[in-house]
């Protein structure tokens, strides 16, 4: 058997659901909420980071970068989190030659995100 490459290994799941249970202590009402809150803000915040990707304004991303990396923190979605803090670290360079490409791995991963959370409080 050859070793596998990085390539091959699955994806790391988009939101560590351990985790946010431990997060919510087990309060389904409140997991709800705190999904669904999640769910409703992304996109808007989606909207303000194309504009300033738009824009080149390297403040406005970096800032909504990093209050996006918080709203992951707190949903433990933990590659979301990490593509935007990166993002943050980048924009903090002021090199914005990457920004689409960044745009581009964080609405495909947000994507992934909110088809885990949504099935999530599906089942709730």
Not at 15 to 35: C, M, N, P, R, S
Not at 43 to 63: C, D, F, W
Not at 84 to 93: L, N, S
Request: charge should be negative; include cysteine; glycine fraction near 6%.
């Amino acid at each position: 058997m050859g070793t596998t490459s990085l390539k091959e290994s699955p994806p790391e799941p988009p939101v560590d659901i351990d985790a946010l249970h431990k997060i919510t202590d087990g309060d389904e009402e409140f997991l709800q909420e705190l999904v669904q809150l999640f769910l409703d803000d992304v996109p808007g915040r989606l909207i303000k980071l194309h504009a300033a990707v738009t824009n080149a304004s390297a403040p406005e991303i970096k800032s909504e970068a990093h209050g996006l990396k918080g709203s992951c923190g707190n949903l433990s979605a933990k590659g979301m989190q990490k593509l935007m803090a990166e993002m943050e670290r980048v924009a903090a360079t002021d090199d914005l030659t990457k920004m689409p490409k960044f745009i581009a791995e964080v609405e495909e991963e947000f994507a992934r995100v909110r088809t885990v959370l949504e099935k999530l409080i599906n089942k709730l």
